[in-house]
């Protein structure tokens, strides 16, 4: 099986080596589903063979159409927030490690590794035709739901074991020698091919909000769309994050709160209001504390993160402690740390699981309010122009409900990979179809000038 595995590898790899952009970007996605960044051809420095496919597809489209690859990295809709993220970087790692240093060279990589999902989407969002990429998921994704659903249903992920074990590393958090099972007496918890739950439920809610508008569009039938919603709605449940359950209506009640009057949004906003102590009440009481080992996170978890977080900064509070900071020194995701360091900085602070937590302790309120500031640019450039076309209607309902995900739950497993792919696809489109409105105006408005010089 392993050898099936590299195989399958290698032919996303070739795809995107000698296939047209739009090849490369199906194969770019289903290599980032399909291999966790778990997964390891090299450990130090850590390659995997997400990133790889990555690293295959810059390279290649910019060796193919290097000019016109050049000049949507320079039109960027989101240049700005992305510049002020790199910024907070290259700071952070100048005032903990200076110029040449581990600091910098982990700064430009997670810069990489995070944020060129979300470049590559938006270019390719102006360069291929929209209505292919959902069309030819299609069949992929419907095999990664029902291969999802087998998984809750066994009790044992097959998926996950067999394609991490192909490879020369493993940095997963399950035991490969073993069945995979991640389900407990109280809920069920699937994965599917990502690193964790959460991974996995940050991807169906993506792809949810991603297909959710082609049900009035004619790229599907409404069968099949309906089909894949259905599908995905239950790996929702299935995966037992209760983050994915609750972005997932969260994201619903955008949509319904746009559709609807200014009355009834009023009413809306008064019944949220007059519920919101209610709520509050039953979370308070029902996810205060986890439920024993592996329970999942609980909020008086989040509250001593929370305050662990802000105390690891007393020192440095504008630019923080430097990239990677809070996998190496706290989290031990690398050889960086050691026991010592662990012990310095407290036990069981678990995964710190929200983006809140990692940005504020690695680049302090500098990283923390320009990585908001990236998701709220999306999010406005999303809703604005939201009814500028029929397949991108969802978008701001995609990236609010992603937004709530990293605050509640993080980006393990490199997660924001996910949404990145598909809200960038959606904003590369609203981009071109702004510039073909903004072209012919232009044409309109020159021909009614060469009309009036004709009269005159």
Known sequence: MSILVLLLFFALLLIIVYGDTEK????????????????????????????????????????????????????????????????????????????????????????????????????????????????????????????????????????????????????GLYNLNTDVSLSQDWRIRTCFTTKHPTAFGTLLVSLFFFYLPLIKTQILSRYKVLLLLALLAVNIVMCGSRTALLCLFFGLALLLFDKVGVVLKIIIVGLMLLSFTTIMGIMMENFWESRGAGGGSSLDYRMRQLIFSVESIADAPIFGNGNKYAANYILQETDAGGKEAEDAYG?????????????????????????????????????????????????????????????????????????????????????????????????????????EKAKI
Not at 423 to 442: N, P
């Open 24 to 171: 490369r970007f199906l194969s770019l996605i289903a290599g980032t589903i399909l291999f966790a960044n778990v997964s390891l051809f090299i450990k130090n420095p850590s390659l995997s063979p997400q990133h790889i496919l990555l690293y295959a597809f810059i390279f290649f489209e910019y060796f193919k159409n290097g000019i016109e690859f050049r000049k949507n990295l320079l039109k960027n809709p989101l240049i700005i927030p992305l510049v002020l993220i790199l910024f907070s970087m290259v700071a952070s790692a100048f005032f903990n490690g200076g110029i040449v240093s581990k600091d910098m060279y982990y700064g430009v990589r997670d810069f990489v590794d995070t944020f060129s999902y979300l470049i590559v989407a938006l270019y390719c969002g102006k360069n291929i035709a929209f209505e292919s990429v959902p069309e030819k998921l299609w069949k992929f994704l419907i095999v990664c739901c029902l291969l999802g659903i087998a998984e809750g249903l066994l009790n044992a992920n097959y998926p996950y074991k067999i394609i991490n074990s192909a490879f020369p590393y493993y940095e």
């Open 347 to 451: 036990e069981n602070m678990g995964g710190l699981e929200s983006i809140v937590f990692t940005l504020l302790i690695d680049r302090g309120a500098v990283g923390l309010l320009t990585y908001f500031l990236l998701m709220l640019w999306m999010f406005v450039l999303l809703f604005k122009y939201r009814k500028l076309s029929d397949y991108t209607t969802s978008g701001f309902a995609l990236i609010g409900a992603s937004f709530v995900y990293v605050i509640l739950s993080g980006v393990i497993g490199n997660s924001s990979n996910f949404f990145f792919l598909l809200s960038g696809f959606q904003l590369g489109y609203i981009a071109l179809k702004r510039e073909e409105a903004d072209e012919t105006m232009l044409t309109t408005e020159n021909e009614i000038l060469e009309s």
